[in-house]
Structures are given as C-alpha cells and as structure tokens.
C-alpha cells in the first residue's frame, strides 16, 4: 500500500526540503510524485537543461526509503516556448488563442510542441532510467483537464490525416457522414476543418469522429512519450492520471497502455451523497485493468480552491474517502500536493502539509492515515462483481451531440443505475459492451445509443449463456457515424429483444443531479433544456399495481416476440408497452423505454437481483454506510457523520480481533474479514 502526494521542490528553497523529507516520514510517505509542472524549473530557457536540483531531491528522497514517481513535466510549457512559437498555443472554436499564464494552452498537436516535449522527456528519461527511487513513471498531466477541444491549424492538419488512415477515400467519408445533406459534400480532404464555430449545428458524424480524434491524438502524446521512457531503458511501470468519468478522453482505449491505472478525484465535500459518485468512479477505475490495483493519484485532504465555494472535509471524511478506493481496489493513496503553495492559483488548495502547519487536525489525520495504511494486511484483488454496467465512451460522444430527442448527460444516467446498485451494496464492474460478458449475472446497459456489432454479439451471448440484460433507454439507436441503420431503430436488438423502438419521445429533463464534467455547451444545452415548458414525467405501471416514473424519454416500442411486463399509464402512449422482456437460451433480454427516477432505478435494481439470486455481500439496510469486497475481506464505511451499527460477524482484518457488531463513528471505517455471506 503506497501513501504519499505530488511533491513540487521547486516552489521552495532548498533548506525547506530537508524539513519535507522528515515530515513525509513522520506521516508515513512511502511515494512521491515528483516534477510534475517542473519544464521551467527543468528548461529556464530554450536549450538549456538543468537537473542537478532534481538529482538533489531524488537521491534526498531515496535516502530517506521514499519512492519516487517521476513526472515528465511535459503538462505546462513555459512562456519562451510559446513566445518563440506561437503557432504552439491551442485555439477555441472561434479561433481565439489559449495564452500562456495558467496551464494547458497548447495544442496537443503541434509539432513544435511535440518536439520540445519529447526533447524533455528524452532528457529526464535518460538520465533518470535506472535511478534506485524512481519506481513509477507519471506521463503528463491530466490529459484534456481544461483545454477540452482545439481547433488550431495544427488540429486541422493532424484531423485530416487522422480522416485519411480512416477513409479509404473522400467519397467514403461522404457516405458515412451523410454530406449531401445541407450540402456539405467535400471534394478532397484539405476542405476538412475542426468543427470550429458554425451558424447552426454541425454534422454528427463529423463531431463524433473529431472526439475520436481528440482521444487517439492525445493518446498518441502519451505513446509518445512512453516509447522515449522505454528506449531509455527504463523498466519501471508508465502511468498518467485519469479524471473519472471524464468526457474527452476514451480511457478504455487508453488503459491496455497504461502499466497501472491512476485516477485524480475530488468529491465535494459539501453534497452528502458525493460519496456515491466517487464510488462509481473507484469501480470504473478498477475495472479499466481488473487485474492491476489502481493508485488514487490524487484527491484533496480538505477543499478544493476550484469550485464557488469550497467546503473543508469534516473530520474523518478524507479517511473514509481513501478507504473507499482501498476497499474498490487501489493500491495506493496520494495527495494533490504534499505542501501547500504559498503562490499561485492552487495557494488555497489544502494539502498534506497544510500553510498552518503541524498543530493542525489535517496533519494529525494525515499522519494517522499513514499509520492506518501501513498497519493494512496484503489484500487481494476486488472479487468480480455479480453485476456489470455498461459504460462506453462512444455513446457517450455520440449522445451529447446536438440535435436529439432530449439533451441527455450519458454518465450521469450510468451513474444513476450505479448508484441504485451502490445503496443496495452490491458489487459493480462498469464494463464496455463488447467485452466477455459471461462472468456477470446481470447486465444493465444504460443508453447504449451506440453499439458496434460485436457489442451486438456479445450481449446476445451473454443472455443465452443465461444472463439477465436490461437494456434501459435510447438503446441501439445509432451506427459508427451517428446515422441510422437502414432497418430503423433497435434494428441490432430487435431479434434479442423482441421488441423495437419505433419514435423516442423526448420528456422536459430533470435539472442536472450531479456535479457534469460534460463540455460547458452540453451543460448548457442541459440547463436550457430542463428549464423548458412541458411533460417532466411518466408513469409505468405494472399489472401488480406497482408503478414507476420516468424520465428523459418515453419511447414508443413495437413489441413482436417479448413479454409485456409494464406499460404507460399516462400521456400519449397510455396503455402502450414500457418494459418487455424476452427469454432467449438460458437468460433473458430486457427493455425498458424510458430512464426511471432514483426510486424507479432502485424498484427495478431489486427485482433484478432478486430473480437473478444475486446478494450483497453484507445486509445493510443504513444507505450512508458502504460494503466493499476485496477476497474475503469486507471494507465497511460509514460515510455519515452519525454514528451507526453494523450487524457483521468476522475478523478485523487490522487486528485480528474477533468482530461481533460493529459500531462506527463519524467517517469511521473497518476491515473485517471471514464473513458469513448474508
Ligand atoms: C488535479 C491536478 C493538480 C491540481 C489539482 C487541484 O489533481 O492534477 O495539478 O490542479 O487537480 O484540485
């Protein structure tokens, strides 16, 4: 279990590393995070290189036992870059430059930009490769954080070719975009621009693949990079820090590249249930790369200094956040940053080592925290879950695209119906839909707008290899480009399900439940949207007099072979079928043709899990606290700041006390191993 935080010596005089080195022991640091925004301190100016003061800290640090992940710097250039190059400055949809002064400006493709970086990291890489502390290699940072989409000419070229390696030729992009419509057929090519700001929107297979082409051209950055650590000789593992459910970045994609999965995550203190959404976040991480723990790279001690208003952490809370990614699968618990900065934008931004010093409650419980992860026994790698959700980055692009039947935040759905899952206690993997499947009892796939036809193949497998699928909402709907299938809709499922969709009725949405990481325009588009006038709801009823309300949509299905389970009761489909259900070989395949409220997630959750035989691992019925799964070892949380009883049975995993009842104070936490299932 590693512990510790980004470390940046280079904000301080050197007499003030000493006092870090020993502070980081009395908290238990084992790792560092060392030279992430350092290309400055690194390159003073164009040529030069200076890493003596690095070589300082390293050898500090190894001498002190604490392990170094060293960061490629490449995240921030400095001024003389871009004063030297301004073609290097990253470009909106206006064509308005990103200036130098914060971080992020430049453009992901700029050969300029690319040949300064990889200068760089050649330089570090080489003469850090076999350094004793460096023990993990950081690739940038956060890929895409705040610079989302650039337009610049280099964007263009680099699309364009992109575009090629695609295209077998001109005319097959016309096809696949659809460019006869409004008249936007291209000759060659060179006609082909970002999609930079038009009068009205813009052609949906044209955005669709400029996301592609955002991911793959950053993922080529990090590649890039990686093959310049790896011809150095450099054996450690390469990483770079993902953001959640971040909308730019396709990290399934991405993650086979990666050797261990990193994650940043800052929950807001503020909103009680942001708990939840940071454990959707844990699982998808984990299972990125079910095989490797994951680290959480980065999180806040107390507040953050980014939002409108930033609430500290309550006493505890930052324990039990870090003991919900242990319990999810992390290796590893890190800090953005080790010693607050007295300069800059981030100067109000807690840390481990706070401005007010060691008399402080954050320090106190980050030293308590560094006792408490070392006192953790080996833990084995989270058991797969029961249930898998489906969660695929190409729907999601394809689905904030404009121009649809209701403006719709794809992972804030995801996260819904993973959060009926998580208040039940049940273990989720959040899967891609052309993935083996047949581990699952359960599949829950969310709005899967877009799927390939091996997803297709792979779903139908699973349900005749006995699996329950609920295919929920805006399902099957769209082909690769964003245009239709010549059979219509659902025109994949429809043998699986039995049933088609033939309109998609879109309902006025609910304001935005959770804090989007959604580009600003499809926030907009979604305020603007749930401020609208008109139906907000329906009910689904089902014949037992249960009901349901839903959301978003109410799609009206053409039901062939499936059992009709549920039907609108009111609105214009009243009496028309809402949810089906069709046996086919061992399983069955559902649908459901709108997107339940909380309640409705959890009524159908429930009935899932209760044909599908499947259990939590502990019967919780208080829904602040949470049971998490690691082999035979249960991590119980509670994240409430009440105290609260647990009835569990067991070994503290910690002590090995035997455990009878648990009683957990505010944010308290426990390991317990050797549980009766429930
Ligand atoms: C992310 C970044 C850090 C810092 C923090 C602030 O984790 O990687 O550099 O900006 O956010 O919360």
Redesign the pocket.
């Known amino acids: 279990m590693r512990y510790g935080g980004?470390y940046y010596p280079e904000q301080w005089p050197e007499e003030v590393w000493a006092d870090d080195v020993a502070r980081m022991r009395e908290a238990g640091v084992t790792m560092v995070t060392v030279g992430?925004?350092a290309w400055a301190r690194l390159q003073p100016e164009p040529g030069a290189f200076d890493a003596e003061w690095l070589d300082r800290v390293l050898d500090l640090l190894h001498d002190a036992g604490i392990e170094v992940d060293l960061a490629t710097a490449t995240a921030s250039p400095p001024p003389w870059l871009s004063a030297a190059h301004p073609g290097v400055l990253a470009r909106d949809a206006d064509g308005a430059a990103y200036w130098p002064g914060s971080r992020q400006h430049y453009a992901p493709t700029s050969p300029v930009y690319r040949e300064a970086s990889r200068d760089l990291v050649r330089r570090l890489a080489e003469r850090y490769a076999h350094h004793p502390a460096v023990r993990l290699w950081h690739v940038n940072?956060?890929y895409a954080?705040h610079l989302h989409y650039d337009y610049s000419e280099s964007a263009a070229v680099a699309f364009r070719g992109w575009l090629r390696s695609r295209y077998a030729d001109i005319d097959e992009l016309n096809d696949a975009w659809g460019t006869w419509f409004w008249s936007q057929r291209f000759t060659s090519f060179d006609e082909i621009s970002p999609p930079r700001r038009a009068p009205y929107s813009r052609n949906p297979g044209g955005l669709l693949d400029f996301k592609r082409f955002t991911s793959d051209a950053l993922l080529e950055l990090f590649l890039g990079e990686k093959e310049i650590i790896r011809a150095a000789g450099a054996t450690q593992p390469v990483t770079t820090?993902f953001?959640g459910a971040f909308p730019v970045v396709d990290y399934r994609r991405w993650a086979s590249h990666l050797d261990v999965i990193s994650d940043?995550s800052?929950p807001d203190p503020a909103d009680p249930e942001s708990f939840r959404g940071a454990a959707f976040t844990r699982d998808l991480m984990r299972s990125l790369k079910p095989d490797t723990p994951w680290l959480l790279?980065?999180q806040?001690t107390s507040a953050?200094?980014?939002r409108g208003a930033n609430a500290p952490k309550a006493p505890g809370q930052m324990a039990a956040l870090s003991m919900q990614a242990v319990g999810r699968g992390a290796d590893g618990i890190f800090f953005?940053?080790w010693r607050q900065s007295r300069r800059g934008s981030?100067r109000f931004?807690s840390a481990m080592l706070p401005i007010a010093g060691t008399s402080t409650r954050v320090w106190r419980e980050v030293v308590q925290l560094g006792a408490d992860l070392s006192a953790l026994p080996e833990l084995p790698p989270a058991a797969p879950a029961p249930v898998a959700l489906v969660f695929d980055w190409e729907a999601w692009w394809a689905i904030a695209g404009p121009d649809h039947p209701v403006v719709l935040d794809y992972a804030a759905v995801a996260q819904r119906w993973h959060a009926a899952l998580h208040r039940m206690q049940v273990p989720v993997d959040i899967v891609h839909p052309a993935q083996d499947l047949s581990a699952y009892r359960i599949v829950i796939a969310s709005l899967p707008y877009l799927l390939s036809p091996d997803a297709v193949a792979a779903l139908d497998a699973f349900v005749r290899g006995g699996g329950t699928l609920l295919v929920a909402g805006f399902g099957d709907v769209a082909d690769e480009h964003d245009g239709f299938h010549a059979e219509g809709f659902t025109a994949q499922l429809a043998p699986l399900l039995g049933a088609r969709v033939v309109e998609h009725g879109g309902l006025v949405p609910p304001p935005p439940a959770f804090e989007l990481k959604e580009p600003d325009d499809v926030a907009e588009r979604l305020a603007a949207a749930a401020a609208r006038p008109g139906r907000r709801e329906v009910t689904v009823a089902f014949s037992d007099g249960r009901s349901l309300t839903g959301q978003y949509l109410e799609e009206e299905l053409e039901v062939r072979d499936a059992e009709v389970l549920a039907t609108y009761a009111d609105g214009p489909l009243a009496g028309k079928p809402a949810l089906t259900s069709r046996g086919s070989g061992a399983g069955r395949a559902l649908y459901l043709a709108t997107v339940p409220d909380d309640a409705g997630m959890s009524s159908i959750v429930a009935e899932l899990l209760d044909a599908a035989g499947v259990r939590a691992p502990l019967d919780v019925a208080d829904q602040r606290i949470e049971v998490s799964q690691r082999g035979d070892v249960l991590t119980i949380i509670n994240h409430s700041a009440d105290q609260v009883e647990v009835r569990v049975t067991g070994t503290d995993a910690v002590t090995g006390e035997v455990v009878d009842d648990v009683r957990l104070g505010a944010f308290e936490w426990r390991m317990v191993r050797g549980v009766r299932p429930a």
């Open positions: 980004d992430v925004f940072n956060e954080c820090n953001m940043d800052y790279m980065e806040a953050v200094s980014w953005f940053q981030e931004h």
